[in-house]
């Protein structure tokens, strides 16, 4: 019988493999498919070629001082400057391809290799992004969604932008692109605000271990933030050190060296309230709103101060404007001492006011309550009532206040009411500065006080106060110009009254000198008169050539203010800016011709397109005899007068130790020197401008209320408030021969009529001369 042979069945693999090709087909076709839609903008916007040319980031607005270097920016939220790749060093750009993308110039955007092995891993082996996926997501949408969906798409759309990137860009411009955009946090928005801020550095000047902090902080800047976690931060470093030393960038033995050291961050702030030129950025922002609002872009729109990366190139000198402001910082914590040594409860129980009734200290508080910032926030943001304001100005608050500390601004942390704050911050001594060349007519340095976080008010072009002496000049130019006096002429020096109603006046004006009585006697050159500030025969010149000449002088002369036409200006009534006194002086020492000081030279957008060129405004308002004939009656007040003691250490039998101390003597200048001391009634007011050939400078020292002074005119004079500035900031000008700040004569003109040198006048002493500036102890 036969048997059945049974029937075995074999495995189709055909259809396996049919299914498994379908199955890999689809899921191709659908990565394709996934990729076309979003390049295409279905899960969401995507940039195109011109948005990928330029893209969005806001930039600040970078100003550029004369010699290159950058004294501050305007910027709202991003303080970002883009450099090129040519200006990052190179260790940096090593140290960022070893920790970020091993592989950078492998790939074309996508790391295949390493997209793998995070699919494997499940993320576990470290991250795929390539610098060009993380600079897309820098760019075009910031943080990764929260949902997984959301995070592939994104994931997708990196990609693309990647790939897209990396069409447009080349590896070097890419690599400059993601070091541009990073946030690392503290305001320093890219590489370069980054090395500035974290280092006090320009990206190039970085060195290795500084470098590779800063890309360690591309990770993640939030977690590994210098200023809060040292350590961890120190810790990333050393990661980004190793890396290095895997990709044989270093040397173990360097690794293992730098692993050791500490960050050494030189934390170095960028806000609009700190850094240099301060007060000179403040007057900037008001020059720039009223240039947009009359030069609007091409297509209509206005230019954004804040995040158009405009570039405006100054006439600061970085150099002068630091010698600026250290000689402020060295000489007013020791005026300010000796301030206060005077204005003890003890000395005047109505510190720091002088002079005055306590209902006017009372009326002149109100007033201030009114101006200041906390009355104005309260009545008009807050809508509070009159009586609520004034009751919060005595109610103890907690506050930081500006202090001196050991000769260094500082501040303190205290409990204080409003109202005596105000009082306090009176008490302080203010001041106003600002050098130029008198050439070109290009602004060197500008401090308009002494520390902007707590007195914003620019005492340079803003604030205007009365001048006293060194409005002389003035009234001496007009008779030299008018008469063809010579600075030899002779003057007696008797009492001198000009009568009533003569030049609208309507009593009879007797101006006196410092002296009384006794300060009178002989005859005095003009010369002599104007070194030692004689008032009689200033008003004796005034009556010559009438108070109208001298006013129409002192405006071709570009003092804008209002001066009343009165003889009484010429001991210097008139409140006059210190910006307005230097562009005066300046057409002294270039020869008659007036140049408007000039503040900016140059505007560049962001693509370095010109946007605007300074012209030159001058004009001729002196013959060149004249301006030189002024020169050297100037040049007397610095040989024989109030301002000799920038030639001497001192009259050494006349002054203390501690009053050079606080007066910041000596200075031993040799060089040629014109200037002029001012000093206003009661000491309110301390003035002091100086030239020579190719820089003019002035000073004012003052509180901000005229009834706060010094007691006596020791302290109180031009020549102990202001030009111990001037003296100090000569003298570092002077040590930087790279300045080339002249030394040389002024430049006599070809044809000279008028007589300049007195050399053959018999002299007297000058301790024999009293002047309303120089007290006897202090006369050299």
């Not at 692109?177 to 605000?193: E, H, K, P, T, V």
Request: hydrophobic share 35%; charged share 25%.
């Amino acid at each position: 019988m036969k048997t059945k042979k049974q029937k075995t069945t074999t495995p189709n693999f055909s259809k396996c493999i049919r299914l498994f090709w379908i199955l890999f087909s689809g899921g191709i076709l659908s990565i394709v498919l996934v990729f076309l839609l979003a390049s295409l903008g279905m899960f969401g916007e995507m940039p195109d070629h011109t948005v990928l040319e330029n893209p969005r980031t806001n930039l600040a607005t970078e100003i550029i001082s004369s010699d290159g270097q950058t004294l501050g920016k305007f910027y709202f939220n991003d303080n970002r400057t883009p450099v090129g790749y040519n200006e990052l060093p190179k260790h940096l750009v090593e140290a960022l391809i070893a920790t970020e993308d091993a592989r950078f110039h492998d790939h074309s955007g996508i790391d295949a290799r390493g997209t793998l092995r995070a699919i494997v891993k499940l993320g576990k082996g470290g991250g795929a992004s390539t610098i060009s996926q993380q600079l897309a997501k820098q760019l075009f949408h910031g943080e990764g969604s929260k949902n997984t969906v959301g995070r592939i798409i994104q994931k997708i759309k990196e990609w693309i932008i990647a790939i897209r990137l990396e069409k447009q860009y080349t590896k070097e411009e890419i690599v400059a692109q993601y070091c541009n955009i990073y946030d690392f946090l503290n305001n320093a928005d890219g590489i370069r605000s980054a090395a500035r801020i974290y280092f006090g550095k320009e990206p190039m000047e970085l060195s290795l271990k500084e470098s590779a902090m800063l890309v360690g902080m591309f990770k993640n800047s939030s977690l590994f933030n210098p200023r809060r976690r040292e350590e961890l931060t120190k810790k990333r470093r050393n990661v980004v050190l190793g890396q290095m030393y895997k990709y044989e960038y270093i040397t173990e033995a360097l690794k293992d060296s730098l692993q050791k050291t500490e960050l050494d961050i030189n934390y170095t702030p960028e806000s609009h309230r700190e850094g240099l030129a301060t007060y000179f950025r403040g007057y900037l922002d008001g020059f720039m709103k009223e240039w947009i609002k009359d030069n609007p872009k091409p297509d209509g729109t206005k230019y954004n101060l804040y995040n158009d990366g405009l570039k405006i190139y100054t006439t600061i000198d970085s150099r002068m404007q630091k010698y600026a402001e250290d000689a402020v910082q060295q000489h007013m914590p020791r005026l300010q001492a000796e301030f206060f040594h005077q204005n003890t409860p003890k000395r005047n129980p109505t510190a720091p006011f002088l002079e005055i009734t306590r209902g006017a200290i009372d009326t002149l508080m109100r007033n201030a309550m009114k101006q200041s910032e906390r009355w104005r926030h309260m009545k008009y943001d807050l809508k509070k009532k009159d009586d609520e304001i004034k009751a919060s100005f005595h109610k103890p608050t907690k506050m930081t206040v500006f202090e001196w500390k050991d000769g260094v601004a500082s501040e303190v942390d205290t409990v204080m009411k409003p109202w005596d704050s105000m009082r306090y911050y009176k008490s302080f001594l203010r001041t106003g500065m600002m050098s130029m060349d008198p050439n070109t007519g290009h602004v060197k340095a500008w401090v308009g006080g002494m520390n902007y976080r707590h007195f914003q008010y620019d005492m340079v072009k803003q604030g205007k106060r009365q001048i006293g002496s060194t409005f002389k000049p003035f009234v001496y130019t007009a008779a030299i110009d008018q008469l063809h006096y010579s600075p030899c002429d002779e003057f007696p020096d008797t009492p001198f009254c000009i009568e009533a109603n003569k030049y609208g006046n309507p009593e009879e004006w007797c101006p006196r000198n410092s002296g009384g009585e006794n300060d009178y006697g002989g005859t005095r050159t003009l010369q002599n008169a104007l070194a030692n500030s004689v008032n009689t025969i200033t008003a004796r010149l005034i009556d010559k050539v009438g108070p109208q000449p001298v006013v129409d002088l002192a405006k071709k002369l570009g003092v804008e203010s209002d001066m009343l036409p009165t003889p009484a200006i010429a001991l210097g009534t008139p409140d006059i800016s210190v910006y307005e006194m230097v562009g005066a002086y300046s057409a002294f020492a270039n020869k008659g011709v007036y140049t408007k000081p000039v503040m900016v030279t140059t505007i560049e957008d962001k693509n370095g397109t010109l946007l605007y060129q300074f012209k030159p405004q001058t004009r001729d308002v002196l013959s060149e005899e004249t301006a030189y004939v002024a020169v050297k009656l100037m040049e007397g007040v610095t040989k024989h007068g109030s301002g000799a003691r920038l030639r001497t250490k001192g009259a050494d039998a006349y002054r203390a130790d501690y009053r050079e101390v606080v007066t910041g003597y000596p200075y031993e200048f040799t060089n040629p020197i014109a200037g002029k001391t001012g000093t206003t009634q009661n000491q309110s007011d301390g003035w002091f401008m100086g030239m020579v050939p190719n820089l003019v400078t002035g000073v004012w020292v003052g509180a901000e209320d005229r009834a706060a002074h010094f007691a006596s005119i020791t302290y109180g004079q031009g020549a102990s408030m202001a030009l111990p500035i001037w003296g100090l900031y000569m003298k570092s000008c002077y040590a930087d021969e790279t300045l080339n700040v002249s030394t040389e004569e002024f430049e006599e003109p070809e044809e000279l009529s008028i007589e300049v040198d007195c050399s053959k006048i018999t002299k007297k002493s000058v301790l024999d001369l009293d002047s309303d500036e120089v007290p006897e102890e202090l006369e050299f």
